[in-house]
């Protein structure tokens, strides 16, 4: 391999200071190095912007002064990093940290398969030794998301695989040829703003534009789990009920060729129904209201909103 590859990195932060500085800690030991470093600053108030400049004087940082959230944060780096020559774009979350060859070896793959547009690495949680990511789907049946082998020990590397109609690379870590990501119009800023399901939805209309995605076991990074959104806060709860519905709807995912009407149905009876009820049991309301209004402000096609 050489030095360097023809892959930028992009790390989108907000508020993230110190996992920052371990996310970007791990990529000085990348062999081979990534051509360059950006750092798309949502608007932090926390000092990210000013650690990045005096610890990481050869990191490019672009500080936006606002949240634009997940997509609206990355598409503005990927605007940054266009006409400079990159083949590929690696996207990465401020609360990960990746091993030194797991670039090289992501971009060997993509190199090797041009029928790849996205691949992605085996992501274990952060200190253990737990798969949190070894590729992700949607159910044809119930529209939830799920990662394959999620929580169990990881006990093989395996090799690389292409994901089916329903699969996707999250976007925790997401290595992205730049020219598709580029026909591609980038993540959908509208539709799944501020966050979650957008890296599916990218997966989805790259697989209707005849490009497929796939995941390499033999990579690894380790990922610091909901570090931004907290797991299962009312917000993270609304947007994940809001997304699904629209993700399941705009893609038409289903059991057979239009049924994704009968998936919306048994998203909001079953999967929703049982997370309403357990999170009333549990006396965590805010979350029950949360999902409700995720239901409500999809089907009168209301744009996502913080909650």
Not at 180 to 203: T, V
């Amino acid at each position: 391999m050489a030095d360097r590859v023809p892959v930028a990195v992009l790390i989108l932060n907000w508020n993230g200071k110190n996992v920052l500085d371990e996310c970007l800690s791990s990529w000085q030991n990348s062999d081979p190095a990534p051509a360059t470093v950006l750092v798309v600053d949502n608007g932090s108030a926390d000092g990210s912007v000013e650690m990045v400049r005096e610890k990481y004087p050869s990191v490019q940082l672009l500080a936006l002064g606002e949240n634009r959230g997940f997509s609206g944060g990355n598409n503005a780096g990927f605007r940054a990093l266009e006409g400079r020559g990159f083949e590929a774009v690696f996207v990465c979350n401020n609360d990960t940290e990746v091993a030194p060859d797991m670039l090289g070896l992501l971009w060997k793959a993509l190199e090797a398969n041009p029928s790849w547009g996205i691949v992605g690495p085996k992501i274990l949680f952060h200190g253990t030794r737990r798969v949190w990511f070894l590729g992700g789907y949607i159910s044809r049946l119930t529209g939830n998301p799920g990662h394959f082998r999620y929580g169990r020990e990881d006990d093989a590397a395996g090799e690389p695989f292409e994901l089916g109609a329903t699969g996707f690379v999250t976007g925790c870590g997401l290595l992205i040829r730049l020219d598709l990501a580029r026909q591609l119009g980038y993540f959908d800023e509208k539709r799944f703003s501020p966050i979650y399901a957008e890296d599916s939805d990218l997966c989805f209309r790259a697989r209707e534009a005849g490009i497929a995605s796939a995941v390499v076991p033999a990579v690894v990074m380790t990922h610091k789990v909901s570090m931004t959104m907290g797991v299962g806060s009312p917000r993270s709860m609304y947007l994940i009920t809001r997304h699904s519905l629209e993700l399941v709807s705009r893609h038409g995912i289903g059991l057979f060729p239009g049924a994704w009407v009968l998936t919306v149905v048994v998203f909001v009876a079953v999967v929703c129904g049982w997370r309403i009820a357990r999170t009333v049991v549990q006396g965590r309301f805010a979350v029950s209201r949360a999902i409700i209004m995720g239901i409500v402000d999809y089907l009168a096609r209301r744009k996502s909103k913080v909650v």
